[in-house]
């Protein structure tokens, strides 16, 4: 049996970006992506602090450093520029490796800038 573990989450991200004629997707800061362990194309859940709802896409990778959070797509009519989300990656992982996972939690401030890391 293999069980579904979460593997990375950025914290308290701030939408900087809506585009609707975009294919669909997530862009995030490069920098995010590896300071999470989130890699170009990794299915994600995005939980929205503002209206309590949850959409699921896939990442594309942003200008390292810009602090850009996209929403691109069918998604960006789920979020607007300023609301507050939570990214969240899961894996798939054997009983075994339950036992000694650590998931990677970033936390950011309102520029979507690294502030601490758990």
């Known amino acids: ?9 950025i ?4 939408v900087t970006e809506a585009n609707l004629q975009y294919t669909g997707s997530i862009t995030i800061d490069k920098e995010l992506l590896k300071a999470s362990n989130i890699c170009s194309f990794e299915r994600v859940q995005i939980v929205n602090l503002h209206n309590g709802t949850r959409v ?3 990442v594309l990778e942003g200008r390292p450093g810009s602090g850009t959070i996209c929403m691109n797509g069918a998604a960006a009519r789920w979020a607007e520029v300023g609301d507050k989300v939570i990214i969240i ?3 798939l992982m054997r009983p ?4 000694r996972h650590k998931p990677r939690v970033i936390f950011v401030d309102e520029k979507n800038r690294i502030k601490r890391k758990r």
């Open 56 to 58: 699921e896409t896939y």
């Open 11 to 14: 914290h308290g991200a701030t």
């Open 1 to 9: 049996m293999l069980k579904i573990l979460m593997k990375s989450k």
């Open 96 to 99: 075994a490796e339950t036992k």
């Open 89 to 91: 990656s899961y894996a």
